[in-house]
């Protein structure tokens, strides 16, 4: 049996229960005993919306993170229906890691980026690290920053090694203070909520 089945990004027009036949096969497996769960992976808060209006779908893959903060209003509309919520790219492709600042030159698919793009995350990079407290690392503090949403159900943060595997486990040893944790929001409402980073 698999746990979860989940769409992987699929156009919006899929996402609707309404209109999309592949929700009532999901169902189907279900009762077959072939998955426990089913949803989509996504990046919006319409999208978590729509979902959630318009299908069964317990399972939720959501785009988010301390830079990009755009779905978290749906977060509680999903968490009162049952919905659980996986966070996906929360490191923001490594920026949050903290092993990209100024200057860094790409060479993998993060050549997407155009100069003015890299020179703007870097600035924002620097505000964040300003954040973090004393003794926490900047993936544990991006992290914790995630964790501290309660309608959160896990995080799945990459790992090229076992010691990032670990590493990433380790933050869920501590919790950012709740001032910290309002300073996050504040630098996405200040800094890119009007004028989000392309992806």
Known sequence: MSEIVLLHNPPREMMDGRTSSQYE???????????????VSLDWREEINLVV???????????????YQEPLPAFQKASDH?????????????????????????EDIRRRWPPEVVARRSELMEQF??????????PHAALRFILAQPQVSTIIPGAKTVE????????TEGQLPPEIVR?????????????????
């Not at 096969?25 to 949803?39: V, W």
């Not at 300073?183 to 992806?199: N, V």
């Open 25 to 39: 096969e999901f169902e189907k497996l279900k009762t077959e005993g072939k998955i426990r769960e089913y949803g």
């Open 53 to 67: 209006d318009t299908t069964r779908s317990k399972a939720l893959e959501v785009f988010f993170n301390a830079l």
């Open 82 to 106: 049952g919905v659980g919520i996986i966070v996906k790219v929360p490191l923001d492709s490594g920026w949050l890691s903290g092993r990209y600042r100024k200057g860094h030159h790409f």
């Open 129 to 138: 690290a300003r954040l973090v407290p004393e003794g926490t690392s900047m």
């Open 164 to 171: 990032q595997a670990l590493d990433n486990f380790a933050a």
């Open 183 to 199: 300073s996050m929001y504040e630098l996405w409402e200040r800094e890119i909520m009007s004028d989000p980073l392309p992806w």
